[in-house]
């Protein structure tokens, strides 16, 4: 009897750390864009997450699957210190839009661990600069890869030249409407990338860069960074939530 109870136990313990393992923690400092994307996550994959400032970090995020930061303003040190070490220990770090911007320029470790930097100059120069209240437009680059593919039926084709290429071609994508997009966002290091965006500013000139999702290893982890997110309608998107959910599980 005592052996068949120890056994139960177990298998009950074990349940609990296999469901534990598969929950998402998101670490935002607006909270109601990411309401909207843990429901999306529970209505297209069954993926549970909660939400939770940076004050209520735990000590520990390794019996987390993936970890998401949303971070518009200041991050905090001590936060910013635990994602990395979750990420170089074999964690799945997924960071969207404004968690590459200059709110973070002050953190000592936090550009050299993604490996991007903002460059302080003229934007026509290759200077780093935020563009508002635009439309988006979001292209595959890397139309083999699962994190772009998987589930993914995209709904335009788009006009768009690759950095370094000197003519356009038709890609698929998809448009984010009324939303913030950051240009010459400059990677130092290689990584994979998934997508490019292609915009029109408020003077009438159209940028296309290969900067709008990319991903790569940290030592023992994984690292995904995806641009589009600053309006709560980027995340009522189901092409875009479901690049994300791709990023999670893959």
């Known amino acids: 009897m005592f052996k068949v109870i120890k056994f139960g136990l177990l298998l ?55 970890v998401i930061v949303y971070i518009h303003k200041e991050l905090f040190a001590e936060a910013e210190e635990k994602f990395i070490n979750y990420t170089k220990n074999g964690g799945r770090l997924i960071c969207l839009h404004h968690t590459i911007s200059t709110f973070k320029k002050s953190n000592k470790d936090w550009f050299s661990f993604l490996g ?5 100059k003229d934007v026509k120069e290759g200077g780093y600069k935020y563009v508002g209240d635009i439309n988006m437009e979001v292209v595959n680059l890397a139309p083999k890869h699962f994190i772009t593919t998987n589930k993914i039926k995209y709904p335009a084709k788009i006009a768009y030249k690759r950095e370094g290429e000197t003519k356009e071609k038709r890609l698929s ?55 589009p997110g600053h309006a709560i309608t980027d995340f009522e998107n189901p092409t875009y939530v479901q690049i994300i959910i791709n990023a999670i599980i893959y």
């Open 173 to 227: 994508g998809f448009e984010l409407q009324n939303t913030e997009a950051y240009l010459n966002q400059h990677n130092l290091s290689p990584r994979t990338i998934l997508m490019g965006l292609r915009i029109k500013d408020k003077s009438g000139n159209i940028w296309m860069q290969d900067r709008a999702a990319w991903y790569m290893p940290v030592e023992k982890g994984w690292l995904f960074y995806s641009q």
């Open 116 to 120: 991007v930097e903002l460059p302080k």
């Open 12 to 66: 009950i313990f074990f349940w609990n750390v296999e469901v534990k393992a598969q929950d998402i923690l998101i670490v935002a400092d607006e909270i109601p864009a990411m309401e909207v994307l843990v429901k999306a996550f529970k209505n297209a994959e069954q993926l549970e997450s909660k939400i939770i400032t940076q004050k209520e970090m735990p000590a520990s995020m390794t019996d987390y699957k993936a």
